[in-house]
């Protein structure tokens, strides 16, 4: 990706034959016998003619054009100045831009904050830390601003695509999930009258239950399997179902910052295949209740201890999550039998 010392710049030479099951440099796609592509010898690279120019795009109104020397200067969208990666630009606006920028989303939902993000070119003065990497953003170069306009939120454009912290898809034209609705939705418990409530994952009342009064019940909670040893719990009367306070309020839909898809609750694991699943963050097996994506074809799934903390444990990218932006009031210090304070 990096160019030699000796490669200023690409010389373009017509893309030989023989190796024309290659790929484009800057569009990563195949350059077929009937494409047009040019190739530069010192780096061994093809190039799409048609990727040359980029006409059209959301981001500016004149054709860009791929710069094809070594490039020193700063991007005009996210203010990094890499060498080495792919770079276009308009001269008569005197304006430069990576070809990743080029095509950065409009309007992003990311699971770490609550509202969604739009991409501005100029971030509004003031203190501003972004909620990825947790250093200052640059108020001369764009970013995304939460589109709550008291909510000052920011996260660098770059954060958005050097991170596993975007899902991919631009919500531009996606009207905003109505909300009142899913507010029901996450409720997992019911209150039923001043001293019974009824969890979603079980067939019978629940009563409120304190430890002073039941001693060494020798209970286990059925969300995170670690027994019931002090404070108040919900535990059934018909039967040896029991959950701790805090386990028993978990939302049944969650976004967390742990992963870049919303996580559902699921309640049954010990009808899986093993009676058990695998935690993918700390990689323990579970048999108690499960966060798993909503996506089909995703397979990230959590244990209920790993889904209260707010932290990442063992993430390939190290950043500090802050505790404000997760949505969920489910954070070490909200008394969950493992935390420390509790
Ligand atoms: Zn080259
Ligand atoms: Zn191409
Ligand atoms: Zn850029
Ligand atoms: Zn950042
Ligand atoms: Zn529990
Ligand atoms: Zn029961
Ligand atoms: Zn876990
Ligand atoms: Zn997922």
Not at 59 to 86: A, Q, S, Y
Not at 227 to 239: A, D, H, T, V
């Amino acid at each position: 990706m990096y160019f030699p010392s000796d490669h200023a710049r690409h010389i373009f030479e017509e893309s030989p034959r023989d190796s024309r099951d290659a790929i484009c440099k800057l569009c990563k796609s195949t350059v077929s016998f009937e494409s047009f592509a040019y190739y530069c010898r010192e780096c061994r690279s093809h190039f799409h003619k048609d990727c040359l120019t980029i006409i059209n795009a959301k981001i500016h109104e004149h054709t860009l054009t791929f710069i094809r020397r070594e490039n020193p200067f700063p991007c005009d969208v996210c203010g990094r100045d890499d060498k080495g990666m792919d770079m276009y630009g308009c001269l008569q606006c005197d304006f430069f831009v990576h070809r990743q920028c080029i095509f950065l989303p409009k309007v992003i939902k990311l699971t770490r904050h609550s509202q969604r993000l739009s991409h501005v070119f100029r971030i509004s003065d003031g203190d501003n830390i972004c909620g990825v990497c947790r250093s200052q953003v640059d108020v001369r170069y764009g970013g995304y601003s939460c589109i709550e306009k008291t909510c000052n939120y920011v996260v660098h454009s770059s954060c958005i695509i050097r991170f596993d912290v975007w899902d991919g898809k631009d919500l531009e034209e996606e009207p905003e999930p109505e909300e009142i609705d899913s507010q029901v939705d996450l409720a997992a418990l019911v209150e039923i009258d001043g001293k019974s409530v009824r969890h979603f994952s079980h067939e019978h009342d629940l009563l409120r239950l304190d430890m002073g009064e039941k001693e060494e019940s020798g209970q286990v909670c059925q969300a995170c399997v670690l027994p019931i040893e002090f404070g108040s719990f919900l535990g059934c009367k018909q039967c040896d179902f029991a959950l701790h306070d805090v386990c028993a309020s978990l939302p049944r839909k969650m976004e967390h910052g742990i992963h870049i898809h919303p996580l559902t609750i699921h309640v049954d694991a010990m009808n899986n295949e093993n009676g058990f699943f695998t935690c993918s963050v700390c990689n323990q097996h579970s048999c108690g209740f499960m966060y798993k994506c909503c996506q089909e074809d995703c397979e990230f799934k959590i244990d209920v201890k790993c889904a209260s903390f707010a932290e990442p444990f063992d993430h390939s990218v190290k950043v500090a999550l802050n505790l404000q932006d997760l949505q969920q009031n489910v954070t070490k210090d909200a008394g969950f039998p493992w935390s420390s304070n509790a």
